[in-house]
């Protein structure tokens, strides 16, 4: 069974202690709410476990595998606040180099990846031209076809309709039950089942 | 290798679908040296002596003025972010981006070099070696300039400063590469200048890709 565990992690911003000691550890099939007023560090934790920023001390590792090894970088997928899109490339086209950058194989991407994800008609658009929902529907769209065990999403429910949150709970529901693991940090009420919740 | 393929076609595809931003330093290349006869002097004879210092000096201003936009815009959208957290070796992706760089920059450059040496009354041979030394020393100029600019991401208004970390590590190609021009206009030996050059651009190369990615781990830190 995977084990996500976090060991005795610290982060401080500035002056700020942020939180200092924090463990804890997950196995397959959980769900993570972290929750906290702003500033409170959510971001900086899920950076952490991301592997962008180190932690002032403490360790993160996945099945044995430390925060910023190749083999630990693989098995996350991470979901930060900027959208990832380049406004230049076609929707298609930004799927396709964000798979790429996050899987070795070659990113198994159908026309149905952008339609189940509610854009059908907008497969061959300049992300330019799309509403800020609709760029975080393109970056979302690459969790229908990620293998990543560890799903790392920050505010994810940002920006979408109720259509588009409704296709994000039944995504992260599913990728428990197959095994996978997702932290998440929101403000908002969600109803996903065996979901706990981390409060900074 | 497939992950650098592709990092290189995006960003030219991107540039491309955005002409300005690498045509504006080419054309400030063009413009600038064009300029020079107006306001020295017309004598073919002044204008070939200086043609090596003023094609060297505008083409390393042009190359400084492109450098901003290397990892700006990449910051800004997010997709820096998720290069750095890639599992794929970040000095890869990071040559692959200088690459690009070099392929819209260095190499209209190198191209646009005998029109201009010809407009500064430059003789056959040393257009030749001044094609030779852009080709030689351009692509240093932007593994070089990938550091400064790797270090800078994130910091506003930051035009300055890349001046201030870059020029310094700038000259000794400049001395070397308009030297090489100005001895074979009197036909002298150049090899020293681009074995010089040549080991320059194979320390850049092995070198750049590394520091670059240490500094933008530590940026976007």
New interface residues.
């Given amino acids: 069974m995977s084990e996500l565990n976090v060991n005795k992690i610290s982060c401080q911003k500035g002056y700020n202690n942020l939180f200092s000691e924090l463990s804890f550890s997950l196995t397959s099939g959980d769900i993570l709410k972290i929750s906290g007023a702003n500033g409170s560090g959510k971001t900086s934790l899920l950076k952490i476990l991301a592997g962008l920023s180190s932690a002032e001390c403490g360790s993160v590792s996945f099945n044995q595998n430390q925060a910023g090894s190749s083999e630990y970088q693989k098995d996350i997928f991470y979901l930060g606040h900027l959208p990832a899109l380049s406004s230049e490339l076609r929707c298609q086209e930004n799927l396709s180099f964000l798979s790429h950058l996050q899987s070795d194989n070659e990113p198994d991407i159908t026309k149905n990846t952008l339609i189940d994800m509610g854009l059908k008609g907008f497969e061959n658009e300049y992300t330019a031209n799309l509403s800020a929902g609709q760029k975080r529907r393109v970056v979302l769209a690459s969790l229908l076809i990620n293998r990543a065990p560890i799903w790392l999403l920050d505010e994810p429910f940002t920006a979408l309709d109720n259509n588009g949150i409704g296709i994000l709970e039944k995504q992260i529901t599913k990728h428990s039950s197959d095994g996978g693991i997702c932290i998440l940090t929101t403000h908002q009420d969600c109803s996903l089942s065996n979901m706990r919740t981390l409060s900074l | 290798m497939?992950?650098f393929i592709?990092?290189l076609t995006?960003d030219l595809?991107?540039a491309l679908?955005?002409p300005s931003s690498f045509l504006n330093p080419l054309l400030f290349f063009v413009i600038a040296v064009s300029l020079f006869p107006l306001a020295i002097s017309p004598e073919a004879h002044t204008l070939s002596n200086l043609a090596p210092g003023i094609i060297w000096v505008t083409c390393m201003l042009a190359v400084l003025l492109s450098l901003n936009a290397l990892f700006h815009?990449?910051y800004?959208?997010?997709?820096l972010?998720?290069?750095?957290?890639?599992?794929?070796?970040l000095p890869l992706l990071l040559l692959a981006k200088i690459l690009s760089h070099w392929l819209l920059t260095g190499l209209p450059i190198v191209l646009l070099s005998p029109l201009l040496g010809a407009a500064l009354f430059l003789d056959r041979e040393s257009i030749g070696v001044l094609m030779l030394t852009l080709l030689l020393a351009t692509p240093s100029l932007s593994l070089i300039g990938a550091i400064g600019a790797s270090l800078i991401v994130g910091i506003k208004n930051s035009g300055m400063l890349l001046s201030l970390l870059i020029l310094p590590l700038y000259v000794p190609i400049l001395i070397f590469a308009s030297s090489a021009v100005s001895q074979a206009q009197f036909g002298l030996s150049i090899s020293a200048q681009l074995y010089f050059l040549a080991s320059i651009l194979i320390l850049s190369l092995m070198g750049s890709p590394f520091v670059s990615a240490l500094a933008l781990r530590t940026s976007?830190?």
Avoid: C
């Fill in positions: 497939n992950i592709q990092t995006r595809k991107i679908r955005n815009y990449d800004d959208n997010g997709v972010e998720q290069m750095v957290i890639s599992h794929h070796p976007l830190e």
